[in-house]
């Protein structure tokens, strides 16, 4: 994803150099006898000790990179907040714990994704908020 832009495509330049590609992250690493991992964390220390306020940002996107949500590592802020805004039931429009709480969810969730995928979210979602499992649909 040109990591930067936010667009999952990790060696694309959308014509112009200037994005940060994998492939320049990994000569840079070359360059310097470190690996990937390694070049990727020294760049978050270097901003966090010398520009202001990003070691606040820094700690959060590490943390929602280190969070596992469903299938796998999520590395991106946005997805923890939806999580969070649906399980504070989603600006009131998810009564948790009334009848129909997993049926409202998935009226919105589904906007978003598949049925089926929808109802297992919602009931994670329902888990979180309560620590019950729901029945597949309510």
């Known amino acids: 994803m040109c990591l930067t832009c936010g667009c999952h ?3 694309a330049q959308h014509s112009d150099p200037a994005h940060i590609t994998i492939e320049a992250l990994d000569a840079a690493a070359r360059a310097s ?4 991992e390694q070049a990727w964390r020294n760049m978050a220390d ?5 520009v202001p306020g990003a ?9 929602a990179h280190l969070a596992k949500v469903d299938e796998g590592a ?11 805004w649906f399980n ?3 600006d009131g429009r998810i009564p948790w714990g009334a009848p129909g709480d997993l049926t409202a969810c ?4 589904a906007q978003h994704m598949s049925p089926d995928k929808a109802w297992g979210f919602c009931n994670n979602r329902h888990h979180d908020v309560l620590g019950t499992w729901n029945s597949p649909k309510d």
């Not at 006898?33 to 990937?36: F, K, M, N, V, W």
């Open 9 to 11: 495509q990790p060696s």
């Open 46 to 50: 270097t901003l966090a000790q010398d």
């Open 55 to 63: 070691a606040g940002w820094i700690q959060r996107v590490t943390a």
């Open 33 to 36: 006898g470190i690996s990937r």
């Open 88 to 90: 504070e039931g989603a």
């Open 74 to 84: 999520v590395g991106d802020y946005k997805a923890r907040h939806l999580i969070r």
């Open 106 to 109: 998935h009226r919105i969730a």
